[in-house]
Nanobody
Framework: VQLQACGGGLVQAGGSLRLSCAAS????????GRWFRQAPGKEREFVAA????????YYADSVKGRFRISRDNAKNTMFLQMDSLKPEDTAEYYC???????????????????WGKGTQVTVSS
């Protein structure tokens, strides 16, 4: 599967952004979806996970209650709605996919089989 993320930009603290990840190739619902982010000088970190059918989600503690991951398998697209953004959310955001369709496992960068190019999110204070 090929992934393409978009939707990043510059936003003030407290604002919102919605990232999209378009998938092509095999039917997207066969893959578990993930979002990761990487700030300058830091390691890539897990943000959110969604099951293949979109009925189960999981979030990093740092974004829980502010971010929401979703997917539209009919359109082969995954989303990350980001609200109440903070300057510490500034990072390059990456969508990823894994053959594991759940959310309990495979929440590390090394466990992803497919990656999209990143999209930059910058939150100003």
């Amino acid at each position: 599967v090929q992934l393409q993320a978009c939707g990043g930009g510059l936003v003030q603290a407290g604002g919102s952004l919605r990232l999209s990840c378009a998938a092509s190739g095999r039917p997207f619902m066969t893959y578990g979806g993930r979002w990761f982010r990487q700030a300058p000088g830091k390691e890539r970190e897990f943000v959110a996970a969604i099951s293949g059918r979109g009925d189960i989600t999981y979030y990093a503690d740092s974004v829980k209650g502010r971010f929401r991951i979703s997917r539209d398998n009919a359109k082969n697209t995954m989303f990350l709605q980001m609200d109440s953004l903070k300057p510490e959310d500034t990072a390059e955001y990456y969508c990823a996919a894994t053959h594991y369709s759940g959310t309990t496992l495979r929440r590390t960068p090394s466990s992803m089989e497919y990656w999209g190019k990143g999209t930059q999110v910058t939150v100003s204070s």
